[in-house]
């Protein structure tokens, strides 16, 4: 029997009038309140919400533009490697495989299995793995091709079995396939696959129909092979006399670009996301959203030959859909509150770049359990308790007060109860339940209030995502000191936020116990996320670039080149020394992109040389050509010390400034020592210098010595 039953039987006889007209008058003020108290919580989480989950649409935005940028760049380095060995004798023709021996049983390449990594449509139109070969790429003859003619080219082409290889390395699962497409009709791919139609030719495909001379995105097509939506991304190839070749090319899945399965775990499955191109509608002359990627063009594929028809984006509140389209061109992101499929929606717009943008929308029901929730159990305990309230108030008898003191002792147990699991949560304890029957409403109450906890958990998960960001950057620094046979040496980073600008990374040539290393150490200007970012595009490029060869000079140019582009909006640059240390021929080669100069340090002479030349900081012109600088004759003992003008310049309590002179000081002091214990020596002096503070800038510091 509910309580407010058990007190009105009790109380049936006295004052029936009165009690019933406080009743009434206190229930409709309760639910006012209920309902105000609801919709602040409303108005206050979904404006939380929205803020959200624009911040995830910008971060995925740049993600977006990261991986275009850096497949561009690897197309970039596949076409020229291609031109280059396309010009080159054809080498002895090793063990190939064509397309039907990957498709015929006990033909295929010994490592030729299926790999969970690449997905293939089945038969019953779910998604399975593919089998792929890393040791053989596949060869395909076009229709009319005829192979003696046409072997030479298919030998030259073996050779890029191996920069394929280290490219998927490199790019991890974003690459599904990388080709090359001949004229005379020779098509090759990796890794090896089958799956080819019997009249494939790469040659009539969009790809390689739209190719030029720079990267070039062909959106959205079907991949032959595995009947699955891919964006692709083409460039001509041409002889040395600029007679084209053919066409290079590389294919990302739809999915990899729209991010669903990550974004629906920080939001809900009920998400959408969208990567849309500007236009202007040619019928009305206004912006208008054409749908570039969704995870609904796979359904539409009903053959590799035929085209998908793109959608436009779309909401039945055309004046805040025109404001986000204009938003949109004019390259500003933010949020809205509008219709999508019938369905109220919050959306969430961030621009990749001056054609692209990221649009992600979620169902406003997603924000309103919560705060719903909450108004209705507000309401249901504060009316119930004051009935009970009120009808203790009107009893004058010994029997009342008897009543109405047992009923007050049980009610106020119970509030205490969920005043303490309150209090528990609100200092962040979510393991916390109430395990209390009382057998009326409460137990409604106290059931609520066990569903709600786990509830307020998850919307604060992503509040604890950021701390991720932190742990991503630390694992983007050398995690172990790099073994050079004659060179002592040791690095580290110290953050003045939890995620900073400065950068350093060893780069060995010639595999492990190797003679020559590549010390890298760059300074992104300010600090924090946005320098961040900048530091893992930049990471991305110079370990891309260094593994293609060349001298440092012109790996730091072409690094530049791509860089500038990023940080062209932004105004950020980034400063950076790149030094190449050669111990079979004892000799140090560096690059100085607007970095303070690493210093040499000789105990024998007892002087420290600079080790200076002329150069811009990455990002402020990317025509920049960089010089590179030599010194020979290093000598056992000798100490070279490179680092960020946050440690030199770090500042104490009173104002003054560590410099450079007292870092000079402490390498003389300690040149007798290993290289970490030189490293710790001057960070340990940083530390009692600012008395425990934690520095204002990033630091690092990289310690080289000549053991022998």
């Known amino acids: 029997m509910k309580i407010h039953i058990k007190f009105f039987l009790v109380l049936m006889g006295f004052s029936l009038a009165p ?19 609801s919709a602040d919580i409303q108005e206050n989480l979904t404006r939380t919400g929205a803020e959200s989950l624009l911040l995830t649409a910008r971060n995925y935005a740049k993600i977006i533009l990261r991986t275009k940028n850096a497949l561009e760049t690897s197309l970039i380095a596949l076409g020229s490697e291609a031109e280059r060995l396309l010009q080159l004798p054809p080498p002895d023709l090793s063990r190939v495989y064509y397309a039907d021996e990957f ?30 070969s890393f040791d053989h790429p596949v060869f395909l003859l076009a229709p009319g091709a005829e192979k003696e003619k046409v072997i030479s080219d298919i030998a030259r082409l073996t050779q890029l079995n191996q920069p394929l290889n280290e490219l998927m ?47 070039t995105w062909t959106l959205p097509i079907v991949d032959a092979t595995t009947r699955l939506v891919t964006f692709t991304a083409s460039q001509k190839l041409r002889a040395s006399d600029g007679s084209f070749l053919g066409v290079a090319g590389i294919d990302i899945l739809i999915t990899n670009v729209l991010q669903e399965s990550e974004i629906a775990a920080l939001w809900s499955s009920k998400m959408r996301s969208f990567l849309i191109e500007q236009h202007l509608n040619p019928d009305t002359d206004m912006p208008a959203l054409k749908i570039l990627a969704q995870k609904g063009y796979q359904k539409k594929v009903t053959g590799w030959e035929a085209d998908i028809e793109m959608d436009w984006l779309m909401s039945p509140d055309v004046e805040r859909f025109k404001k986000m389209a204009g938003n949109l061109h004019a390259g500003i992101s933010g949020f809205d509150h509008m219709p999508y499929d019938d369905i109220d929606a919050i959306w969430a717009y961030a621009a990749v770049d001056d054609r692209l943008s990221f649009v992600v929308v979620v169902p406003t029901s997603v924000f309103m359990q919560l705060p719903d929730q909450a108004g209705r159990r507000i309401v249901n305990l ?17 029997i009342l007060a008897a009543a109405a003191y047992f009923g007050a002792k049980a009610i106020t147990r119970s509030l205490l109860e969920i005043s303490s699991a309150a209090d528990s949560v609100a200092k962040g304890d979510f393991n916390v339940r109430i395990n209390m029957k009382t057998g009326d409403e409460r137990d409604k109450v106290i059931a609520a209030f066990n569903d709600m906890v786990p509830r307020l958990q998850d919307h604060l998960r992503i509040q604890n995502s950021m701390q991720l960001a932190h742990e991503v950057q630390q694992n983007l620094l050398p995690r172990t000191t790099p073994n050079v046979k004659g060179l002592d040496i040791a690095g580290k980073s110290i953050y003045c936020d939890e995620t900073g600008g400065d950068y350093y990374d060893f780069l060995v040539n010639g595999g492990a116990g190797g003679r020559t290393i590549q010390i890298v150490v760059g300074d992104v200007s300010d600090h924090g996320i946005p320098s961040a970012l900048l530091m893992a595009t930049a990471r991305s490029l110079l370990r891309q ?33 790149y030094m190449s240390i050669d111990m079979k021929n004892r000799c140090v080669k560096w690059v100085r992109a607007g970095h303070d100069p690493a210093v040499l340090y000789d105990p024998a002479t007892d002087a420290i040389e600079t080790l200076d030349g002329r150069g811009m900081a990455l990002g402020v012109d990317k025509d920049w050509i960089y010089d590179q600088n030599e010194r020979s004759g290093l000598t056992p003992g000798q100490i070279i010390v490179t680092g960020t003008d946050g440690l030199w310049e770090a500042l104490n309590n009173t104002g003054e400034m560590f410099s450079k002179t007292k870092m000079y000081h402490l390498i003389r002091e300690h040149a007798g020592q290993g ?12 530390d009692r210098f600012k008395d425990g503070e934690r520095p ?13």
């Open 545 to 577: 670039r260094s593994a293609m060869g060349g001298d440092i000079a012109r790996i730091v140019t072409d690094v530049n080149r791509e860089f500038a582009v990023d940080v062209k909006e932004s105004c950020q640059f980034m400063t950076l020394y």
């Open 169 to 215: 390395k490199m790019m991890g699962d974003v690459i599904q396939w990388s080709y090359i497409s001949l004229e005379n009709g020779v098509h090759m791919s990796y890794p090896g696959h089958g799956g080819y139609p019997r009249n494939y030719d790469g040659r009539n495909r969009p790809w390689y129909r739209s190719a030029l001379d720079h990267p």
């Open 19 to 37: 009690l019933l007209v406080v009743t009434v008058f206190n229930n409709s003020r309760i639910v006012a309140v209920g309902r105000m108290v």
């Open 382 to 398: 504060t009316r119930d308790q004051l009935w009970i309230i009120s009808l203790t108030a009107l009893g004058a008898m010994c």
């Open 103 to 132: 498709d015929t049983p006990g033909t295929a390449p010994e490592d030729f299995k299926s790999n969970p990594l690449y997905l293939q449509l089945s038969e019953n139109q779910g998604m399975a793995p593919a089998r792929v």
């Open 675 to 686: 290289a970490r214990h030189i490293m710790d020596s001057i960070l340990d002096e940083l």
């Open 696 to 708: 204002e800038d990033d630091v690092t510091l990289v310690v080289v010595k000549v053991s022998e």
